[in-house]
């Protein structure tokens, strides 16, 4: 414990974070007539406190829960039981969660730690993606999906469309806030993410009226409403094309190929083992319907050990040989929310697929809300922070980087999240 500790961004220290948070969940009105027991900025940060910790349900926390390290950590005057959490949580608006994660988003910009997510142009990447949380057949609430099947049975889902700002140099991400699917937005796949979309952009500008960013996303999104949406919205595109889904398109640069107005262009990165193989197009119509709404046209073929991966993209940034390769690179890139957002969410100890508990109104949305918040706040240390960095790569895997800060949480007198990172680097002496 004496050892020369490595600084960090004042701002962007995570005991900062969480007095920010903290500050953040004090303010949104109660729902509750009188003066309630529990304060419901105490129950929200007992929630975020809980996503925080890694612990594998809201009966683990209850248990253990540590209530001096929570106060002086996460500061937390009250932590309600398991039962009162659900209660007091279930009416609140999801939307109240939105100031935590531009607060965030606000120390990020403010340390200079954003800038190093710039892509190209200095927009930012933005990858949206759709993901299932929850499913069953009997425990539902107002906002569930609805799937009516042949036998009479229905299936109860919740969904969200992701949102994260990642970069095809960088594992991290920076995850803004996620905008549920409910059921109103429609029966079809399609249907739902294209309608959650628009809400999601709208917002997000909203928000951030002058971020630059270009949005990435896969084959469904490429549709002209939604590109449409996007340029009223000031965002550029990177959006996947299948050959099936946009026969019109494949079709009109098949025979912009016959003219000789496509361009190929190969590239070989012998350090990586791979071959790049390019054929672009500029001004293409999307489709038969909209032949005004232009699109520039990429495909490549990625050759690895005599492996071939197929990919083709539509874009509204300029495309030639000296912009292709980095503009790819960004659309496989968007696999980034996908690996290192849901994948981690739901296989590394964050527990995004449990039922932490469902509500009749809000309550299951809240809590993917406060888990995803939880989650940036990870990320942001992941990113900035080198105790934090020192700490992972001593322990290696994430899991167990969470087991073992549950256990310090629940057995030691910590005094700042600091403290804890310190510890799991250096250790503790045992009394």
Known sequence: MGMVVPK????LCADALLRSIQDVFSHIPDHRKGDAEIP?????MSAFAMFSLKSPSLLAFDKVRAEDNLQSIYGIGRVPCDTSMREILDPVEPEHVRPGFKMVLRHLQRGKALEEMVFVEGHYLLALDGTGYFSSQEIHCESCLETHHRNGTVTYAHQLLGAAFIHPDKREVIPLMPEPIVKQDGSEK???????AKRFVTKFRRDHPHLKVMVTEDSLSSNAPHIETLHAHDMRYILGVKEGDHAFLFAQVAEAEQAGRVTYYEREDRHQGMHHRFRFVCGMPLNESHPSLRVNFIECWETVKGKVQHCSWVTDLRVNKGTVYRIMQGARARWRIENETCNTLKNQGYHFEHNFGHGYEHLSVVFAELMMLAFLVDQVQQLCCPLFQEARAKWGSKRLLWEKMRALFFD????????????????????
């Open 8 to 11: 960090v961004r004042k701002h």
């Open 40 to 44: 419901l900025g105490d129950a929200l």
């Open 190 to 196: 399609n249907d739902c993410e294209r309608n959650a």
């Open 412 to 431: 030691y007198a910590l005094v700042s999240m600091r403290e804890l990172f310190k510890a799991l680097v250096y250790g503790l002496k045992k009394a």
